[in-house]
């Protein structure tokens, strides 16, 4: 079953809680704190791999969770960091976040993703130790693992897109230039994955054909298959618009030719601008006066023209030759850029809970909300040091504080960053 978009939640392990232990050996007095930090928390990873080709192992399972990470021990014995979870797709597949619509990644290359960061370990109770309070009895919890709702959406990476209605050759196309076997038949809908096929041109050389199946009128609309699969065109660097010229279903090839690149051009504007190369198919069922006919609308509409006849594989060396051609001058096959995630939108999809709890005059505040937006402050910014301000004080955090007894120089604790507080 071809699936190309999925919802699916993702978090990171929670990292292991500091630990409080004390040092104990024969003839050493007071050897003082000693807890270990807990370990940091497994990291959900995105990996490519080829042998995908479908969305479809996740519509069974919807929910990643890497492992936490181990507790702290005592003698400085620090916890295990818990193991990363790989997750694997298709090459091609894009990755956004739902709440805001971000796209976090584009799985087009080889790099692994991290989507989904663990929560760093806690610190043990020697990290407490000061000239006045020299036996901590306290140590701090892990922090939670990011967490996210992902939409994972494929688009194929092809360089060359087959359009065209129903039934008009796309199929017998690709597989005699190609290795692809789509499946062939004389009857509307054959064809309802997309099908890759490599074309060879020796030496080397080759490019990869996607026939994009179930275009017709009110496509970009939903109807028929292919306002599933025009998303799919979006990549190419180039088209080749295959149009039985024969009419052999009743239909005007100048008509058909014209309906399918209105569809493209209301499903996205942008694809109207790709080089396109025409083909008209079924030559041999045509009369010349009608190749004739068609040939000379194209042409004069500043298209490239070639009439075939794929089954006996007429015309598709020269086809095939000119796409090699156009394809030569054209980018490369079209990659998403990474978008970060705002941080006044991360901040609302919050719920601003918090706990705080007061250590031997240490106020540690506890929100897995806070994670995400923390991870993204620059403590060296002087404006990002003051959204954090602003985020403390609209949830309600620094009320708390003031209502726990908080004093100018106590101080505060976010899991692993330690500030004085200051009115």
């Known amino acids: 079953m071809f699936v190309d978009i999925v919802k699916i939640k993702v978090s990171g392990g929670k990292g292991g809680n500091g630990a409080v232990a004390f040092h104990r050996e024969k003839y050493v007095a007071s050897g003082g704190p000693d807890g270990g930090d807990g370990g940091k928390g497994g990291d959900i990873v995105f990996r490519v791999d080829t042998n995908l080709s479908t969305l479809a192992d996740f519509r069974y399972k919807r929910v990643y969770k890497a492992e936490n990470g181990k507790d702290g021990g005592g003698n400085r014995c620090y916890g295990k960091k818990g193991k990363d979870l790989i997750i694997r797709v298709p090459k091609g597949t894009i990755i956004r ?3 805001t619509g971000t796209l976090m990644a584009d799985m087009s290359g080889d790099e692994d993703f991290i989507a989904a960061h663990g929560g760093k370990g806690g610190w043990g109770n020697r990290h407490f130790a000061t000239p006045t309070r020299q036996a901590p009895r306290f140590a701090k919890d892990g922090a939670p693992g990011e967490s996210w709702e992902l939409q994972l959406e494929l688009k194929l990476l092809a360089d060359v897109g087959l359009l065209g209605y129903p039934n008009v050759g796309k199929s017998t196309l690709i597989s005699v230039v190609s290795e692809a076997k789509p499946n062939i038949g004389n009857y ?3 064809t309802l994955t997309p099908v890759l096929g490599v074309v060879s041109l020796g030496e080397g050389s080759s490019f990869v054909m996607a026939d994009i199946p179930g275009l017709i009128e009110g496509a970009a609309d939903g109807i028929g298959l292919g306002h599933q699969f025009l998303k799919h065109v979006e990549r190419c660097r180039m088209l080749v618009h295959i149009v039985d010229v024969a009419g052999s279903e009743g239909r005007d090839p100048i008509e058909d030719f014209e309906t399918i690149n209105a569809e493209l051009e209301r499903f996205n504007p942008e694809m109207t601008g790709l080089p396109q190369i025409v083909a008209g198919n079924k030559i041999d069922m045509a009369s010349d006066e009608d190749v004739e006919r068609f040939r000379k609308y194209v042409e004069d509409k500043g298209y490239e023209y070639y009439s075939i006849c794929a089954p006996i594989k007429e015309g598709t060396k020269e ?5 090699a051609a156009k394809l030569a001058t054209l980018p490369p096959i079209k990659h998403y850029e990474p978008e970060e995630i705002p941080l006044d ?7 601003h809970g918090f706990t705080i709890r007061v250590e031997d005059d240490v106020y540690i505040v506890e929100a ?30 620094n009320d708390a504080l003031l209502e726990r007894g908080i004093q100018d120089g106590d101080t505060v604790s976010l899991y692993d960053i330690e500030f004085e507080y200051v009115t």
């Open 188 to 190: 509307h809908f054959t």
């Open 97 to 99: 976040e739902v709440e």
């Open 345 to 351: 939108l991360l901040e609302k999809k919050q719920d």
């Open 368 to 397: 897995d909300w806070l994670v995400p937006i923390l991870a993204k402050i620059d403590f060296d910014d002087y404006e990002s040091l003051q959204y954090l301000q602003r985020v403390m004080q609209s949830s309600g955090i």
């Open 319 to 323: 086809l095939i030759g000119a796409v």
